[in-house]
């Protein structure tokens, strides 16, 4: 059974920075996406960025593209994302996602595992 987990979040001022880490137990596969999404009140859930295992492609999000960078280390099944020049409208709750089949995709259904989540807040 695969567990996505997420850690990571907190309080921050706008422009620091943070790093949330999402790891994946009992992934049976090495190929597949690591996506992030984010959550705000009141709004629906947000593709932010992903990671493809096999070759390690990135995409973003235009509002995080520049300041946010997601990595993974396959051979752990985690991914990273460091989010730098924080801004208070990146407030949000955080989630981790897996998806099996290898192939990008910005739509949250398309994701088979989730995690809890994880609350980042931007002070101004």
């Known amino acids: 059974q695969v567990h996505v987990v997420e850690s990571g979040g907190g309080l921050v001022q706008a422009g620091g920075s943070l790093r949330l880490s999402c790891a994946a137990s009992?992934?049976?596969?090495?190929?597949?996406?690591m996506g992030w999404f984010r959550q705000a009140p009141g709004k629906e859930r947000e593709f932010v960025a992903l990671?493809?295992?096999?070759?390690?492609?990135?995409y973003y999000a235009d509002s995080v593209k520049g300041r946010f960078t997601i990595s993974g280390d396959n051979a752990k099944s985690t991914a990273y994302l460091q989010m730098n020049s924080l801004k208070p409208e990146d407030t949000a709750v955080y989630y981790c996602?897996?998806?099996?089949?290898?192939?990008?995709?910005?739509?949250?259904?398309?994701?088979?595992?989730w995690g809890q989540g994880t609350q980042v807040t931007v002070s101004s």
């Open positions: 990671i493809r295992w096999s070759g390690a492609s990135t």
């Open positions: 009992g992934r049976s596969s090495s190929s597949g996406v």
């Open positions: 996602a897996l998806r099996y089949i290898d192939i990008p995709s910005l739509l949250p259904f398309q994701y088979d595992h």
